[in-house]
């Protein structure tokens, strides 16, 4: 699955996007192993954030838990599909969407393996979220040398984002 391709020689070539600098395909969500506590843990959460809400008389709030329960036992059902990234000589391409380099504002590295070894994008559109692309086994040093090229890096940025953390450490 950590199929990087990186070459000075630039030997591929995207026909839409120019040359292919680094490709690697990853799974769209990391499918946690959670034991029984964290079920017990997470169902004694809605069950009380439930009471509250009714003894307030906030409905909304209880039907936006007990949804956000449907959806979350959707969510890990689901098998992560996988999905492509392309670094190319005119932009990014993520599962075949392409991101000009002319949008994309700057970059950064959160590496600090073995749990956080994230690429972060920015765009220059404050419409469009920053995103994130799991690194696993490439070299950051080979994915940044290339980016350079193209983008400005952020090296104010050192921690990966607050979602990020939160879905690591809470396993969602």
Request: hydrophobic share 45%; charged share 25%.
């Amino acid at each position: 699955m950590d199929n990087l391709k990186i070459s000075s020689k630039n030997q591929s070539t995207n026909q839409d996007h120019g040359k292919i600098f680094a490709s690697w395909e990853f799974p769209e969500f990391i499918k946690y192993q959670r034991n029984t506590a964290w079920y017990v843990f997470t169902a004694l959460i809605g069950l009380f954030l439930i009471i509250y809400a009714v003894y307030t008389y906030n409905f909304l709030f209880a039907f936006i838990i007990v949804m956000l329960g449907f959806i979350l036992v959707i969510y890990m059902a689901k098998e992560p599909m996988t999905v492509r990234f392309i670094i190319t000589e005119d932009g990014l391409e993520l599962n075949h969407h392409f991101y000009s380099y002319k949008e994309v504002d700057t970059f950064w590295i959160i590496y600090e393996p073995p749990e956080v070894k994230n690429l972060y994008f920015d765009f220059k559109s404050t419409l469009k979220p920053s995103f994130s692309i799991p690194l696993l086994n490439q070299d950051p040093l080979e994915i940044r040398t290339v980016l350079l090229k193209y983008l400005r890096e952020d090296l104010e940025k050192e921690e990966e984002s607050t979602t990020d953390l939160l879905e690591r450490k809470f396993k969602l």
